[in-house]
């Protein structure tokens, strides 16, 4: 069964730092593409930042140079290292890989306060 847990969340002021992260299970974590998501209250999930097998990145033009998406592999986890974080960043934050379908964690909330 696979699963994907998010943790790190949390309430940060704008300007500030916060490190989330995502421990996978019942899959061969070294193998997936794994991403990170983001929703805003009212708004649509939207990819923040992808990371392949082999390490390569990409990132949302929103957070290019402030976030950097990161994996361990011998820890199964995945990594969001967030800084220079804004009051519009604030969102639930969701870890997500496809397989045969698209898995996704159950979020983590982060509030960034002006």
């Not at 002021?13 to 899959?27: M, N």
């Not at 990409?58 to 361990?72: H, L």
């Not at 969102?91 to 909330?109: H, S």
Request: charged share 15%; proline share 2%; hydrophobic share 35%.
């Amino acid at each position: 069964q696979v699963q994907l847990v998010e943790s790190g969340g949390g309430l940060v002021q704008a300007g500030g730092s916060l490190r989330i992260s995502c421990v996978a299970s019942g899959i061969i974590f070294s193998f997936a593409h794994m991403n990170w998501y983001r929703q805003a209250p009212g708004k649509q999930r939207e990819l923040v930042a992808t990371i392949t097998s082999s390490g390569s990145t990409n990132y949302a033009d929103s957070v290019k140079g402030r976030f950097t998406i990161s994996r361990d592999n011998a820890k199964k986890s995945l990594y969001l290292q967030m800084n220079s974080l804004k009051p519009e960043d604030t969102a639930v934050y969701y870890c997500q890989t496809r397989l045969a379908r698209d898995y996704w964690g159950q979020g983590t909330q982060v509030t960034v306060s002006s």
